[in-house]
């Protein structure tokens, strides 16, 4: 069953303005991870935040996550062109073996 | 991307053709695993190989076969394909399968597959 929801599906915003995506899941887990893909390519990972974290950093990027409400959100600031992508969250479904479960994404657009 | 390659990158083939996606990891990596990409639905895991040995099969249809000779190689054998199989094929790597998946994957660029 598909664990990770992304919210919105679509977003486009202009650079320079943040860009907040969400992801929702339905199990308990050990750890979230988020990646980046561009159009028809593969994926790159950008950050893992374990479950008993609550906010992580990594350059312009700051991911959340709220077991209680099992839900995470990704956060890019002081967004540029180049960050068009798709972006995924992905959940281990609580000891699946290395097994990742990925939602559908959310498609970001930055207009220059 | 870098790290993992696959080959080839776009492929088009026939329903009664047989054809392998080739994956190659240069990155130490233990476990490998092959995912499907299709428009409009989330990314599909299909296998996981774990120090060589399959470790997840997700209800894959038996036209598609896998093979993991190494901790380094992967390979997707193809056989009397579906036109529904076409998708992006990503095969990816990562320190080894754990059981609280806490390493993060490596993908490469994908196979674009298209059966007509």
């Known amino acids: 069953s598909q664990q990770g929801e992304e919210d919105p599906q679509a977003l486009s915003i202009q650079e320079g303005e943040n860009a907040t995506m969400n992801c929702s899941y339905k199990?308990?887990?050990?750890?979230l991870q988020w990646y980046r893909q561009n159009s028809g390519r593969g994926l790159v990972h950008l950050i893992l935040?374990?479950?008993?974290?609550r906010e992580k950093h990594s350059g312009r990027l700051r991911v959340t996550l709220d077991t209680s409400k099992k839900s995470s959100s990704l956060l890019i600031t002081a967004s540029r062109a180049a960050d068009t992508a798709s972006y995924f969250c992905?959940?281990?479904?609580?000891?699946?073996?290395?097994?990742?479960?990925f939602g559908q994404g959310t498609e970001l657009s930055v207009k220059p | 991307e870098t790290g993992v390659t696959q080959t080839p990158r776009h492929l088009v083939m026939g329903m009664t053709n047989k054809k392998s996606l080739k994956c190659e990891q240069h990155?130490?990596?233990?476990?490998m695993y092959w995912y499907k990409q299709s428009a409009k639905k989330p990314l599909e895991l299909m296998f996981v190989?774990?120090?060589?040995?399959?470790?997840e099969n997700n209800s894959v249809p038996s036209r598609f076969s896998p093979e993991c000779p190494n901790s380094s190689h992967l390979f997707l054998h193809l056989h009397t394909l579906q036109p529904e199989d076409s998708a992006l094929y990503l095969c990816?790597?990562?320190?080894?399968?754990?059981?609280?998946?806490?390493?993060?994957?490596?993908f490469g660029p994908g196979t674009r597959l298209t059966v007509t």
């Open positions: 990816a790597s990562s320190r080894a399968a754990g059981a609280s998946g806490d390493y993060e994957q490596y």
């Open positions: 199990t308990s887990i050990n750890n």
């Open positions: 935040i374990r479950s008993n974290e």
């Open positions: 992905a959940t281990d479904g609580g000891n699946q073996g290395g097994k990742l479960i």
């Open positions: 990155l130490g990596h233990n476990a």
């Open positions: 190989y774990n120090f060589k040995e399959q470790t």
